[in-house]
C-alpha cells in the first residue's frame, strides 16, 4: 500500500505597519565648545561677533540642516537656535552690571596632551566665583584640584571626558564648593595641577578690567542699531562681510576695532570651508593683498592679523594694512564682498 505524504497547512499571515516615533537628527557633541561655551568663533574671546555667527548661521538654514560648525551649539541641546544667539547677548550684557568686572580668563598648555583646560574667575562687588572646565579628558573619573599648591577640590569628568569644578564665596553660592578667600585674582604664576592629567602654570591671563557700558543690546529691541553694537563708534567698531556659497565653498571675514585707553587695537579675520585641500588663497582688503589663506587637508584655512596677537594662532597685522569702515572691500581667492556693521 502506498504511503502518502503528509498535507502541509496553510498558515495566513496578517501584515500590517506600525508608525515609528519620529526622530530628529542631533549635531554631534564637537559643535559645543564646552571648555568657553560664549566663544563660538574660537578666537580666544567674546564679542558681539559670536552672536552674529550664531544669527547668521540660523538664517542661511544651518541649524535645520545638520550643517553646524564647531562652538554654535552654546547650550548643548544639539541644536543651533536663537536662544544660542541670545545666551551670547546675555553673557555680553552681564559684563556690564554695575560693580563687575569682566571676568578675567586663563588657559594651561598641555603640549603633550590633548587635555583642553579654562579657567575664569567673575567678580560681582563683594561675590567672586572661580569656574574650572576641562574636555578631552579621561572619561567618567575623578580627579584631585590644586592651584597654587592650595587643594580646592576634585573634579568628575562625564562619559565624554568633559569636566567642571565651580567654587564661589558670600551666603549664596549655589551649592558650589567654596572658595578660599586668598583667591582674589589671577596671574600668570599661578600653578594648576589636575590630577595627573594637567600639571602647568596659567598662560594667557587676561587683566581684571571694569565692564563699562552695555555691549550689546537684546535681540530684536532696535536699541543701539545706530552704533552697530551699542557701544560709541568712536570707542568700537565690528564689521562682518557675507559671501555667497559657492560650489559649496564657504568664505566668511570680521574686523573689530576698539579704543582703550587711548590705544587703537585692530582684528581682521578670514577664512575659507569647503574649497580644495591644499590651495592657497589670496585674501586683500580694499585691493590691498593683506595675507593669504592656505588650505589644510580638509579644505579648511583660518587667517587672524592683529595688532596685539595673543597666541600663535594670531599674526601681527602688516603696518600697511588698509583702514576699513563699513562698505570697505574684502576678497578672498575670486569671490568679494563688502563690510557691514553688526547688529544683533
Known sequence: MAIQAPTRRKVTRRLFAETLESRALMAADVFHNFVYPHDVDSDGSLTPLDALVVINDINRGVGAQGDERPGHDVDDDSMVTP??????????????????????????????????????????????????????????????????????????????????????????????????????????????????????????????????????????????????????????????????????????????????????????????????PNTAFDVKVNDVLVGKLVTDAKGKAKLILSTQPKDARESLMPAGFPAVAVGSSVTIGTASSTFQRIIV
Open 83 to 276: 536662544l544660542d544667539a541670545l545666551i551670547v547677548v546675555n553673557a555680553l550684557n552681564s559684563q556690564a552690571t554695575p560693580g563687575a568686572t569682566r571676568p578675567q580668563s586663563a588657559v594651561v598648555a598641555n603640549p603633550a596632551s590633548n587635555v583642553r583646560v579654562r579657567v575664569e574667575l567673575e567678580t560681582v562687588g563683594v561675590e567672586r566665583e572661580l569656574d574650572i572646565r576641562v574636555e578631552n579628558a579621561p572619561a567618567s573619573k575623578s580627579f584631585a584640584v590644586s592651584l597654587n599648591d592650595l587643594a580646592i577640590g576634585q573634579l568628575t569628568t562625564d562619559n565624554r571626558g568633559r569636566g567642571r569644578l565651580v567654587l564661589s564665596n558670600g551666603d549664596d553660592n549655589r551649592n558650589h564648593m567654596p572658595l578660599p578667600a586668598e583667591l582674589t585674582s589671577l596671574s600668570p604664576d599661578m600653578e594648576l595641577i589636575i590630577g595627573d592629567i594637567v600639571s602647568g602654570n596659567l598662560s594667557r591671563v587676561s587683566k581684571v578690567e571694569d565692564s563699562g557700558a552695555s555691549l550689546v543690546a537684546p535681540v530684536g529691541s532696535g536699541a543701539g542699531a545706530a552704533a552697530g553694537t551699542g557701544v560709541s563708534a568712536a570707542q568700537r567698531l565690528d564689521l562682518i562681510a557675507r559671501f555667497d556659497v559657492v560650489a559649496g565653498v564657504r568664505r566668511s571675514a570680521e574686523f573689530e576695532q576698539q579704543t582703550e585707553k587711548g590705544v587703537v587695537k585692530r582684528k581682521f579675520k578670514a577664512e575659507i570651508e569647503g574649497a580644495a
